[in-house]
């Protein structure tokens, strides 16, 4: 008898139920980090269930000591696997099969009607629909400066400075008739996540995107479901567990109108084929303090966002590109249309609108008009406005002010005294919005900018009165008297600004505190007559808010 007796082979249900074991545990381990839905409209479950087809194959093979040499090479290895895994193998086969034949009738090539009505849009009337905006109302950064200003504005707080930073994921909505954008803090690393998740997160930023002006929220119960949780508090982690077989876009952070933090889980649903015509049906609502989850079919009004601009983009090409039939869409191209590289954001009726130009299938200079999508409905309308790209007006002004080194944010279009107009922030190098500029669509040679929006709006009025495409009447000489009914300040580049609105009307009227200092003793009911300053030609530098405003008695 030989000093080395061979083991035993493991019979064949105790492999079976040891291999089940270990595929179930990686499983879980798999299904806790990577969380693919349980759908099969998701290419990540394919990849999932593939995966633990193959943790079993191979457990098993290992586990029953299968030796290649002795079992008659590679066909005995066929026949081993067909004896220990035909179930596992058939599956995967038919998986395999589902995905092919999925991805072939979701294909464009055989779906360019359905494709097409991803996005239904209509025309629109752009001087009627897109009326002009008040200074208060247009957001004067883009997403980056939006960003600096809410990290400087956490290192003014020196006892939240070294626990927690500023997320860097940060959501454009109208909060309270505002154009904001709000984001959550982090945890700075892991030893600060676990000396404060119990308290959780302790406040907020929000970045008024008109007044420029950043502000710490803090809350009375902090947030405990977020991105920068690790375990089962993290947002995505939480929505898999309640929701193991639904589809989310990125989970946005909102506030509703009392200030309350909470997510925003666009459901993904696929409508044509098995994996084609992406599409939003409701969302989960979390809140961000409790966890607590709801689906809506129907979002409530103070969601903002809910259909990403990238994915309204995405269906409008779809719609543009296939207008005859895919075939057309690469040969010929007639009547073929595709937006342009970029996007902005509009506030509209206490709604955020994504904004994105249409241009031509050749993609030149010039566009052919532009988009606005409602990010709560989908309601999509298309504005006839021939002129400039972004890109184009973005040149244009950086053109202009080429001696100062500012780069142009992506534009934002505007109805300018009847005329569409590219509202375009100029930034430094250091992140911070130091100029405006307004390129008229049409003629985008014609380049206004100023020091303050007020300033670049009147010197861009004067420019088109002076080219004869406005009429004199139309420059910015109003007079209003009336009782104060609400004062705000703000302090923009050194200077301190007060801001007017006065009872019965819905604008602000902007005012430097430098220039008058009568606006600095104001209060809620004093009665006043706010004028607006023509400007004169030899006078060199800028009105900052080209209003002035008298105290005339208490009201």
Same mark, same amino acid.
């Given at each position: 008898?030989?000093?080395?007796?061979?083991?035993?082979?493991?019979?064949?249900?105790?492999?079976?139920?040891?291999?089940?074991?270990?595929?179930?545990?990686?499983?879980?381990?798999?299904?806790?980090?990577?969380?693919?839905?349980?759908?099969?409209?998701?290419?990540?479950?394919?990849?999932?269930?593939?995966?633990?087809?193959?943790?079993?194959?191979?457990?098993?093979?290992?586990?029953?000591?299968?030796?290649?040499?002795?079992?008659?090479?590679?066909?005995?290895?066929?026949?081993?696997?067909?004896?220990?895994?035909?179930?596992?193998?058939?599956?995967?086969?038919?998986?395999?099969?589902?995905?092919?034949?999925?991805?072939?009738?979701?294909?464009?090539?055989?779906?360019?009607?359905?494709?097409?009505?991803?996005?239904?849009?209509?025309?629109?009337?752009?001087?009627?629909?897109?009326?002009?905006?008040?200074?208060?109302?247009?957001?004067?950064?883009?997403?980056?400066?939006?960003?600096?200003?809410?990290?400087?504005?956490?290192?003014?707080?020196?006892?939240?400075?070294?626990?927690?930073?500023?997320?860097?994921?940060?959501?454009?909505?109208?909060?309270?008739?505002?154009?904001?954008?709000?984001?959550?803090?982090?945890?700075?690393?892991?030893?600060?996540?676990?000396?404060?998740?119990?308290?959780?997160?302790?406040?907020?930023?929000?970045?008024?995107?008109?007044?420029?002006?950043?502000?710490?929220?803090?809350?009375?119960?902090?947030?405990?479901?977020?991105?920068?949780?690790?375990?089962?508090?993290?947002?995505?982690?939480?929505?898999?567990?309640?929701?193991?077989?639904?589809?989310?876009?990125?989970?946005?952070?909102?506030?509703?109108?009392?200030?309350?933090?909470?997510?925003?889980?666009?459901?993904?649903?696929?409508?044509?084929?098995?994996?084609?015509?992406?599409?939003?049906?409701?969302?989960?609502?979390?809140?961000?303090?409790?966890?607590?989850?709801?689906?809506?079919?129907?979002?409530?009004?103070?969601?903002?966002?809910?259909?990403?601009?990238?994915?309204?983009?995405?269906?409008?090409?779809?719609?543009?590109?296939?207008?005859?039939?895919?075939?057309?869409?690469?040969?010929?191209?007639?009547?073929?249309?595709?937006?342009?590289?970029?996007?902005?954001?509009?506030?509209?009726?206490?709604?955020?609108?994504?904004?994105?130009?249409?241009?031509?299938?050749?993609?030149?200079?010039?566009?052919?008009?532009?988009?606005?999508?409602?990010?709560?409905?989908?309601?999509?309308?298309?504005?006839?406005?021939?002129?400039?790209? #972004? *890109?184009?007006? +973005?040149? /244009?002004?950086? =053109? @202009? %002010?080429?001696? &100062?080194?500012?780069?142009?944010?992506?534009?934002?279009?505007?109805?300018?005294?009847?005329?569409?107009?590219?509202?375009?922030?100029?930034?430094?190098?250091?992140?911070?919005?130091?100029?405006?500029?307004?390129?008229?669509?049409?003629?985008?040679?014609?380049?206004?900018?100023?020091?303050?929006?007020?300033?670049?709006?009147?010197?861009?009025?004067?420019?088109?009165?002076?080219?004869?495409?406005?009429?004199? #009447? *139309?420059?910015? +000489?109003? /007079?209003?008297? =009336? @009782? %104060?009914?609400? &004062?705000?300040?703000?302090?923009?580049?050194?200077?301190?600004?007060?801001?007017?609105?006065?009872?019965?009307?819905?604008?602000?009227?902007?005012?430097?505190?430098?220039?008058?200092?009568?606006?600095?003793?104001?209060?809620?009911?004093?009665?006043?007559?706010?004028?607006?300053?023509?400007?004169?030609?030899?006078?060199?530098?800028?009105?900052?808010?080209?209003?002035?405003?008298?105290?005339?008695?208490?009201?």
């Amino acid at each position: 008898m030989n000093e080395q007796t061979a083991k035993k082979p493991r019979g064949k249900m105790s492999v079976t139920l040891i291999s089940l074991l270990i595929t179930l545990v990686v499983g879980l381990v798999f299904f806790y980090v990577s969380l693919p839905a349980i759908n099969l409209q998701s290419p990540d479950f394919y990849s999932f269930v593939f995966l633990m087809c193959m943790v079993y194959v191979v457990s098993s093979l290992v586990l029953s000591g299968f030796d290649m040499k002795n079992a008659g090479g590679f066909k005995g290895y066929l026949r081993f696997i067909r004896a220990r895994c035909l179930p596992v193998g058939v599956l995967m086969l038919l998986l395999a099969l589902v995905a092919l034949v999925g991805e072939l009738i979701s294909m464009p090539i055989f779906r360019a009607g359905d494709y097409r009505e991803l996005l239904q849009v209509e025309n629109g009337d752009f001087a009627t629909d897109i009326a002009e905006i008040s200074f208060n109302e247009i957001p004067t950064l883009d997403r980056d400066s939006a960003q600096f200003l809410g990290d400087r504005q956490m290192g003014t707080l020196s006892d939240m400075v070294s626990q927690f930073e500023y997320s860097n994921d940060s959501t454009q909505i109208n909060y309270q008739g505002r154009p904001v954008r709000v984001a959550p803090i982090a945890y700075a690393d892991l030893i600060k996540w676990f000396t404060n998740r119990s308290q959780g997160l302790p406040a907020y930023v929000v970045v008024d995107m008109v007044t420029q002006e950043a502000t710490v929220k803090r809350l009375s119960e902090g947030i405990k479901y977020s991105f920068s949780e690790p375990l089962n508090r993290n947002i995505m982690r939480h929505l898999r567990f309640h929701f193991p077989t639904m589809m989310f876009s990125t989970p946005e952070f909102e506030i509703d109108e009392s200030g309350h933090p909470w997510w925003i889980a666009p459901r993904v649903v696929k409508t044509i084929g098995l994996f084609g015509g992406v599409d939003i049906q409701g969302a989960v609502l979390v809140d961000a303090v409790t966890g607590e989850c709801t689906y809506h079919e129907e979002v409530p009004n103070w969601v903002d966002t809910l259909y990403a601009p990238l994915l309204i983009m995405q269906q409008y090409d779809y719609h543009g590109t296939l207008v005859h039939g895919f075939i057309n869409s690469i040969f010929g191209q007639r009547d073929v249309t595709q937006t342009t590289s970029g996007y902005n954001y509009i506030a509209l009726n206490d709604d955020v609108y994504a904004y994105t130009g249409v241009t031509s299938a050749n993609a030149d200079q010039s566009n052919l008009g532009f988009l606005l999508t409602n990010q709560r409905t989908k309601e999509t309308k298309f504005y006839t406005a021939p002129g400039a790209t #972004e *890109e184009a007006a +973005q040149y /244009s002004a950086m =053109g @202009v %002010v080429q001696d &100062l080194g500012y780069v142009a944010t992506f534009p934002l279009l505007l109805n300018i005294a009847g005329e569409p107009t590219y509202f375009i922030p100029l930034k430094d190098a250091t992140n911070l919005v130091k100029m405006y500029a307004m390129v008229n669509v049409a003629q985008y040679q014609l380049v206004a900018t100023g020091t303050t929006v007020s300033a670049c709006e009147k010197s861009y009025i004067q420019m088109l009165a002076e080219k004869g495409i406005t009429t004199p #009447e *139309e420059l910015p +000489q109003t /007079s209003v008297s =009336g @009782v %104060v009914a609400e &004062l705000r300040s703000a302090v923009l580049d050194g200077d301190t600004y007060i801001f007017i609105r006065l009872q019965g009307e819905e604008i602000f009227y902007s005012v430097s505190a430098v220039d008058n200092n009568v606006a600095v003793i104001l209060n809620e009911g004093d009665r006043v007559t706010i004028e607006h300053a023509p400007q004169t030609e030899d006078n060199t530098s800028d009105i900052l808010t080209g209003y002035t405003v008298t105290r005339n008695r208490k009201g």
